[in-house]
Each structure stands twice: as structure tokens, then as C-alpha cells.
């Protein structure tokens, strides 16, 4: 799924989805090869209260099931090791470390939720982030490609007649629920180079890191006016380049791409 069509699922109320706090961080050397740290934090409090079983591991928690993940990375890729983490709001989870020797054989899934990973069968991630990395000289250079809904795709004719993603936010009452289902909801994804940025397009650069997703649902959930603007540009013909504009000025959000070069030394 595009990252728009996955911002209008995690705002329809799905109480594993909201009870997550989720951080990816691609750690890149000059030579391509490097690790991808994934911690994946879970309310179980919450869970517990929602009637949820959480008396045996989740998927994105659970060993075998992170070799599998392992696996749908890309060639190559190895579970280097696990170690359970909590975190001050009291969400317990796992942090993950995987090694890979070639970027250009993996892929990222953009879901966070570990709800692929729950499908039966799963193999591969919908819609991944995918890299192309060169060695040139002194320097390294790494493309990355999220897969999004290009511009131009087929909008329905009527939108209110369009099955629609995103809650009625104008509704006090279902944004006040949502505001409490989704207390502590957090997704980064990002990337870091062992090196000096020479150049990249990216637009939210600290140092050596790259952001390219970021989402805390409290911040996001807490301009109201913002919010119920921004739910009139989120649809199911939205394109990339149709909503990335009314991002920038939202709390909350970062959303980087669809490509992005990084240059480095």
C-alpha cells in the first residue's frame, strides 16, 4: 500500500495498530553493506483492556517469525540478534538487529504494524522501499524508492459516493475516541550513514540521519483544524505529489520521496 493509503488505515481505528510504537533505522557503510535496527513496542496494557491475547508473541516480536523477516528483506539478509526493550510510556517490545551485505538486495516494508508479517503465507512486503546503491571514487551514493500511487491515478467521479478511509473527524465524539485509542502511536523510519553527507535532496537531514517517515499520532491528533483539512486531501485516488504539499505545515509528520539521493564519503 502507498504511505497515504497506509495514513488513512492506521487513522481507521485499529486497536493492534494503535497501541505501537515502531522505529526502523538503515544503517548504511561506504561499501553498501550495513544493518537495519527495527524496535517494535507494543501497549499491552491497552491490548489487555481491548480483550486482546497477549499471553503468547506477537509475529513482530516473536524469533522464528523475525528470521522470516529476515527473509522477506532480501538476499542475504541475517537476524543478528533480539533483545526485549521498554519504554517510558510502559510499551514492551523487541529490538531487532539485522545484517546485510548488499543494499541493493533488500527491501523495507512500509507497514509498520507487522500485519503483513500476520498474513498467511506472506512472502514478500506490498508496496517496499527499495535501494540502488553505486561506488564511485571517494564517494557512495544511495537512491531510495518508496512505491506510491502515481499522479494521475483514477479518481472516483463522486467522492462522497466513495467508500471512504478516514473517520469523520469534525465528529467530537469519534476524534476523542481516536485521540485515546492512539495515545503513544509513533513510526520512524530512517536512514544513517557511516560517513559525511556530500549531497541528497532529502528533506529532513540531521548529520549522518535521514528521516524518511516519521508519525506521532498525538501530535498529529492535536490540531483539529489541520486534521479535518488535511481529511478532505486523503483519498483513494490521492497521489504523492497531491498531498505531500499539505504535509509541511502539520505537527506530527514527516513524509520524505518518493526518491531520494544521498551522496556520501
Known amino acids: 500500500m502507498s504511505r497515504f493509503r497506509l495514513l488513512a488505515v492506521?487513522?481507521?481505528?485499529?486497536p493492534l495498530t494503535a497501541c505501537l510504537d515502531s522505529t526502523t533505522l538503515v544503517k548504511l557503510k561506504p561499501d553498501g553493506s550495513g544493518t537495519v535496527e527495527q524496535t517494535t513496542l507494543v501497549n499491552t496494557a491497552a491490548l489487555k483492556g481491548l480483550g486482546a491475547n497477549?499471553?503468547?508473541?506477537a509475529p513482530m516480536t516473536d524469533r522464528t517469525e523475525l528470521e522470516r523477516t529476515a527473509e522477506r528483506m532480501g538476499k542475504g539478509v541475517k537476524l543478528v540478534s533480539t533483545e526485549p526493550v521498554k519504554n517510558a510510556s510502559g510499551f514492551e517490545g523487541?529490538?531487532?538487529i539485522f545484517s546485510f551485505d548488499d543494499i541493493n538486495q533488500i527491501e523495507i516494508s512500509q507497514d509498520p504494524s507487522g500485519t503483513e508479517a500476520m498474513r498467511a503465507g506472506a512472502s514478500k512486503t506490498e508496496s517496499p522501499v527499495k535501494f540502488t546503491f553505486t561506488r564511485n571514487g571517494g564517494t557512495s551514493t544511495l537512491a531510495i524508492n518508496f512505491a506510491d500511487l502515481q499522479a494521475g491515478t483514477p479518481k472516483p467521479a463522486d467522492p462522497a459516493a466513495a467508500p471512504g478511509d478516514m473517520p469523520d473527524f469534525t465528529n467530537p465524539m469519534i476524534l476523542g475516541m481516536i485521540k485515546t485509542m492512539f495515545q503513544g502511536f509513533k513510526i520512524n523510519i530512517g536512514l544513517e550513514v557511516a560517513g559525511a553527507i556530500v549531497k541528497t535532496n532529502a528533506e529532513y537531514?540531521?548529520?549522518?540521519?535521514?528521516?524518511?517517515?516519521?508519525?506521532?499520532?498525538?501530535?498529529?491528533?492535536?490540531d483539529e483544524s489541520k486534521l479535518k483539512a488535511l481529511q478532505g486531501k486523503i483519498g483513494p485516488g490521492a497521489s504523492f505529489s497531491d498531498i505531500k504539499p499539505y504535509l509541511k505545515d502539520i505537527k506530527g509528520i514527516k513524509i520524505d520521496g518518493p526518491s531520494i539521493k544521498v551522496e556520501f564519503k
Open 10 to 14: 492506521l487513522l481507521a481505528v485499529l
Open 54 to 57: 497477549t499471553s503468547r508473541s
Open 94 to 96: 523487541t529490538k531487532a
Open 205 to 222: 537531514v540531521t548529520g549522518p540521519h535521514i528521516t524518511l517517515l516519521e508519525m506521532d499520532m498525538g501530535a498529529l491528533l492535536s
